[in-house]
């Protein structure tokens, strides 16, 4: 006797990734197209960058010694024995949407565009960690760009925009923290100070600390294991954290936009162990937290600053710019689901061809239509609109469209009208959706 062939194992999404489909991915409309509109008014245009880009654009503009560099990028494999060996010719899956937006402004040259330039962006980035409750090895971001202004107005601006995106996407409960990590001449000499005031508890520092007190003691300040964040909670540390190491002139700015958000009413929290956790910020950087038990220990949403080398750094002219980028996945968490519209109208037929020009005559009205693809009895697919949820049944059988007649159902009241196509068309002229 002849054996059936074994079934073949069914294939699984990769580790750290997710399908997204009906009904969350009507979360996912909401979100970007509030972000769409808002950004708009606020004078933002759509750039779309590559997902993969040269792994030096990463290494030069994020920083050799972030864990996103060292730990979490997805190189991918060359093809030549010669390439592999050049970080030029490598290329990596992009773990963030800055540089590669930087990268577009240089190449493209927007450098000559009026100031400021700009731009958002939205789509997938990808870091290799250990996934869990909004972190995923595939992710989104959505993030926002303004180059050639250098002033505590350019800064206000893109954190009121955040703070208003926030607002009409109905979230409460969120807080502001802020803080200066001054140029990057200033900041090296933070550093060795910083250095000598954790000597004595270098013992006492997570693996990852103690690599990043020799490589990029800043780097200190961003660790979330709680033994590293008591020991930056001693007075000594915060004392010294909470004292102006900056250059006057840049406290002075920073003052200003601190004033600025004053008079727009942004309530915030300077927390002088903030830094962001890439090389490329410079003095303003933030962070944007939720107070919701949805979020856990991940409770930022969004965060940025201002990041002036890092055109120059990338091989461009010298450029002021600032940014911000908010997690999807996680804000969504946030969001209540979106329920899905409903169907206008449901088309039970058993002539299709005239079935499917009777729904592009009704899309052409703005009214929703789906014509069902069996032939099954009229009653069973009456059955099927109720499920569907429609609005509407139209019964438009071979008899009919002979007649150029259709019968239009009510489903939630029973009540039916019966007459000339043309004159139900006719009389949906000018009809809300929102009035069926």
Known sequence: MKKSPAKKQALQRPKGTQDLYTPEISRWHHLEKTCQRIFTQYGYSEIRPPVFESTALFMRGVGETT?????????????????????????????????GVVR?????????????????????????ERPQAGRQRQFHQIGIESFGIDSPAADAEVIFMAMQLFKHLGLRDLTLQINNIG????????????????????????????????????????CKMPSCQALLQTPEIQNFLAQDFTAEVEQKAFNQLLSLLDELEIAYYRNPT????????????????SSSDALGAQNTICGGGRYNPLVET???????????????????????????????????????????????????????????????????????????????????????????????????????????????????????????
Request: net charge positive; proline share 5%; hydrophobic share 35%.
């Open 67 to 99: 864990d996103i560099v060292n730990k979490e990028m997805y190189t991918l494999a060359s093809k030549t024995a010669e390439e592999s060996d050049s970080n030029i010719n490598t290329l990596t899956l992009r773990p963030e949407g800055t540089a």
């Open 104 to 128: 577009a402004y240089i190449e493209n040259g927007m450098s000559r565009w009026q100031k400021p330039v700009k731009l958002y962006y939205m789509g997938p980035m990808f870091r290799y």
């Open 183 to 222: 140029t990057p001449a200033c900041r090296e000499q933070f550093k060795v100070t910083l250095k000598a005031k954790l000597a004595n508890q270098l013992p006492q520092l997570c693996n990852d600390c103690k690599t990043r007190y020799e490589t990029n003691p800043l780097r200190l300040l961003d």
């Open 274 to 289: 903030l830094v962001r956790g890439l090389d490329y910020y410079t003095r303003t950087v933030f962070e944007i937290t």
């Open 314 to 436: 990338l091989g461009g002219p010298e450029t002021p710019g600032i940014g911000w980028a908010l997690g999807v996945e996680r804000l969504l968490r946030l969001l209540p689901e979106i329920p899905l519209p409903p169907l206008d109208f449901y088309i039970a037929t058993d002539c299709h061809a005239r079935a499917f020009q009777l729904a592009e005559r009704l899309y052409h009205q703005g009214f929703s239509a789906e014509v069902d693809l069996t032939e099954k009895p009229a009653g069973k697919q009456l059955e099927k609109a109720s499920k569907r949820g429609a609005k509407q049944a139209i019964l438009y059988f071979q008899d009919a469209v002979q007649a150029r007649k259709i019968v239009c159902k009510t489903l939630s009241t029973g009540e039916q009208f019966s007459g000339s196509l043309d004159g139900f068309l006719e009389a949906l002229q000018g009809t809300s959706v929102k009035s069926l």
